[in-house]
């Protein structure tokens, strides 16, 4: 997204604007960002932020990882996540660690000494930014602190080069407090409204398909550490992993979680043989066991993704605590047989770009704040408009055709392996916006709740007011609300 949501992006031409040529010799291959294009509504401005960003990053005499712990810290203070996500690699490579982030990012206490992964001098620069960022006067003993540090990156003595570190402390926090409120205010690339993630040991893998092995799954974990519990998202047709990003920094800091493109989405292969909602299961068991997680606290999947969550409790009922299914049903539902033939048409002769203009206005009907004509979120709704449009057509048809004939609670189809969802006693949570299907997708999960339970199983269901299809994408707080309170229960 260029600019911010107030204002376009103004993108001048290489060598047609020195201003922005300026800018873009600093930036170097990244080109103009958002936030440069915003500013390029004041040439002037412009020019004087590049020069004095420029200095402040370049040509300090701050340690790196000093200088990047207290621009992360006053981005976590200000949610400003556009300004976390550019800087935490920087301090990566400045050598800071994941649970070293996880320190600087956490706004509920300043570490202790005795229990922190941050030196005496990370921990005195942590403490400056924070009390600069939050209160702007600073405590005297702080500063002490701060000072104190210092001068053990100089020569004893050199007060003059004390009184220059400190300075230049206060302009790094002082410069990136501009910045983030400039990011939050102007909204730029749309992310005021994203929140500061938490660091996270990211890796991508790609992992063999047990019934294909030619085939690959792309999977993409996010770990704190290796003793917390995971959590399994399963995305919908016609998305990719990116389509939980709003919701991800809510669950971080507690859990591992696992990420998968299902089969023909994103990066991961479209086999050559039919799908069936139970395969996209053995798919997340498959990457579970390649991936050493021998049990989830919860397997989370949405449309596609929450019949395949379905199905893994029914065949995995030992892999994983919780089930929660989002906006889905047990079974193809009457019609959609022919409805999801009518779409694979649609795409193979009109395009994925023609199927996204009918499946997002249904995902996200009039009254979700991801409508196209809405004034709150319309920009989340063109994402996935987007998304849609990127598609792989043989990765659509072949999720599609999955949905045009299942039924989970039938033992005797044999997709289903004489198993029924009905025999489930997985605790589960069935979770629908109030929007979908004008209505009946919520109606008919209620009623699913109601026969599942009637059978001996544990279920809930909780309806989200104000959502489509993807309520964790136009009502992503609820959402999240709703899972983390569900999540947490005792057993």
Known sequence: MSGSRWVTGRHPPAGSNPIADKIRERRGPRGLTPLDQTLLHVPPVAEGWNSLLGAVRT????????????????????QAAFEWIHHEPVGRKAGLTTEQLSEIRDLSALPSNSSSSLNELQSAAL?????????????????????????SLTEQGDEDRVQNLLVESATVVATYNMVSRFLVSMDVAGMSDTTVPWPTNMKEHTIP?????TCTSHAV?????????WLVFVNSLLTDITMWDHILPFFARDYNLLLHSSRGHGLSSTPPNPTTIPELAKDVANLMQHLNIHKAHAIIG??????????????????TNIIIACDTGPRTAPGNKEAWAERIELARSKGLNALADVTVPRWFPVGSPCHLNSDLLRERGQWI????????LDGFACGAAALQDYDLLDAGKEQNEGKSLLECRVKTLLVAGSLDGGGNVPKGMRTLKDKWSEAGGTVEFVEIEG??????????????RIV????????
């Open 467 to 480: 959502a489509g299809h993807l309520p964790m994408v136009d009502q992503a707080d609820e959402f999240v």
């Open 59 to 78: 040509k300090g005499s701050l340690p790196d990882d000093i200088r990047e712990l207290m621009i992360l810290r006053v981005a976590a203070r200000n």
């Open 221 to 229: 974990t996010h770990m704190i550490s290796p003793d917390r519990p």
């Open 209 to 213: 398909m047990l019934s294909t092995p």
């Open 385 to 392: 408009h987007d998304m849609i449009s990127r598609m792989s």
């Open 127 to 151: 403490a400056f930014a924070d009390h600069s960022t939050k209160d702007v006067k600073v405590p005297r003993e702080v500063m002490e602190t701060l000072r104190t540090n210092l001068a």
């Open 484 to 491: 983390k309170q569900f999540l947490e229960k005792p057993k």
């Open 302 to 319: 949405v449309s596609q993704g929450g019949a395949a969550a379905l199905a893994f409790g029914t065949h995995f009922s030992d892999k």
